[in-house]
């Protein structure tokens, strides 16, 4: 017999004068022939040793026998197949399971865009614009465009501007805060200084400022996913139109309060003056129950609302 060569010794030898591959037969007796052997063997040995055992076993192993066809049958029969489209547009997405687009994670967003006919509505903040433009030209389905958006915190009352009137001393979450007592401050708008948003955020993008108690947002980490604003008790912090190198303008108060009431608690805080809806020309001011509002949108940053407000509470970013 020749030498095997180096070649002939490898797993995927198909054979040669060297060596021969074992027969399909034998491999299929070595699989299932060894095993149906031994648990006759076994059987046989339980029925001389002890009848009854063997029955026993012999019973149990049937009844397992008949219900694994039955689960089996019933599985087939009312199995569910699931559309191939919905794994490839999953990792179309980002992957982030943030909950911002309305779902409970990328799966299920993923389901939806491949079940729902129109999608227009359905939008990724995470991805933006580029993942829900890879998933049309997947799908074959229109989508919309959106503007990017920030998280913006509506509340100025730093440490200086909104004295502190009494000291908490229990679980250090504003969530639990907010539901036992109106808060440390005068007032019950603003917010707690616990970090609940910095907590919920993933991405890194919100810091407790240490000198002045109010959450800080970096821009540039922020997707948008709306964890922070979820999380916010106190309904502080709304996703704005994210304007080019980060520019912004907004009205840092939510207190509904008359003025005379806003003034005693926060320096701050709006008093519903009406003198920056007086100055701006474009229609992105409005006034609700003495609150000023900043339309981000029909904003044009000219800033002029900023240099009326006595109280300074329309902050900018430039």
Known sequence: MEEMSNDCRQADCAGCKGCKPQPASRTLLLAYGLPLVLLV???WGLHVWNGTLFWTV??????????????????????????????????????ANCGG?????????????????????LFCPVGGNATMDAVAVYL?????????????????GSCDKRPRMSEYDGEPSCAVAALLYGGKT?????????????????FGALEMDIETELPEVTPDKCTACGRCVKACPKGIIELRKKWPKNRAV????????????????????????????????????????????????????????????????IEVSW
């Open 41 to 43: 063997g076994l059987f």
């Open 58 to 95: 012999a019973t149990l192993c049937a009844l397992g026998i008949v219900a694994a066809v039955v689960l089996y049958g019933v599985a087939q029969r009312f199995k569910v197949e699931e559309d191939v489209r919905i794994d490839e547009t999953e990792k179309l997405l980002p992957g």
């Open 101 to 121: 687009c309305g779902f409970a994670g990328c799966r299920a967003f993923a389901e939806a865009l491949v079940s729902r006919r129109d999608i227009s509505e």
């Open 140 to 156: 074959g389905k229109a989508v919309a465009a959106q503007d990017p958006t920030v998280a913006t915190v509506r509340c100025g």
């Open 186 to 202: 005068g007032c019950s708008y603003g917010c707690e200084g616990y970090g609940d948003c910095v907590a919920a955020c993933e």
């Open 250 to 313: 907004w009205v840092a108060c939510v207190n509904t309060e008359k003025g005379s009431v806003v003034t005693k608690s926060c320096k701050a805080g709006c008093i519903g003056c009406g003198k920056c809806l007086k100055v701006c020309a474009f229609d992105a001011i409005r006034i609700e129950n003495h609150l000023a509002y900043i339309d981000s949108v029909k904003c044009k940053l000219c800033r002029k609302c900023v240099a009326e407000c006595p109280t300074g509470a």
